[in-house]
């Protein structure tokens, strides 16, 4: 498992939409998987391919996005974010990349936040909590 294990009772429900952009099959199992028992709502994408349709359809509260995607990365999917009627959604970026050049670039396309894929549960649902609480107060 890719996560801690922290007991799950701990930790208050959420009823909001993650959309989850990661082409690494294991992680994006576990991680919807445990983002569904926090009581999020996750629609899982393997790349960036249906990224805008899913947008439209979906209508996500958060976006937790990988930059190393095939076809259409992360980079590219945030450049056009920035000017679509979606760049109000938090973008949260899940990388495995420590790369403080990559940190930068995704920050100036407007990520909120730069998380490593070793992030702890806690860790991650209080990065998610954030944004949504900004968002709600903005």
Request: aromatic fraction near 8%; glycine fraction near 4%; include cysteine.
């Amino acid at each position: 498992m890719f996560f801690k294990n922290i007991p799950m009772t701990s930790i208050p429900k959420k009823a909001c939409k993650i959309l989850l952009v990661e082409d690494n099959d294991l992680y994006r199992s576990s991680l919807s998987e445990l983002l569904e028992t926090l009581g999020y709502d996750v629609l899982a994408l393997p790349d960036g391919f249906a990224f805008w349709q899913c947008l439209d359809k979906y209508k996500p509260d958060s976006i937790l996005l990988d930059l190393h995607l095939p076809t259409l990365d992360g980079f590219a999917l945030m450049k056009k974010w920035q000017t679509s009627l979606y760049c109000q959604i938090p973008i949260l970026i899940l990388s495995a990349s420590e790369s403080a050049e990559e940190r930068d670039r995704a920050l100036a396309l407007g990520a909120r936040q730069f998380l490593p894929k070793s992030i702890t549960v806690r860790e991650l649902d209080r990065a998610i909590q954030s944004e949504l609480n900004n968002e709600r107060s903005g």
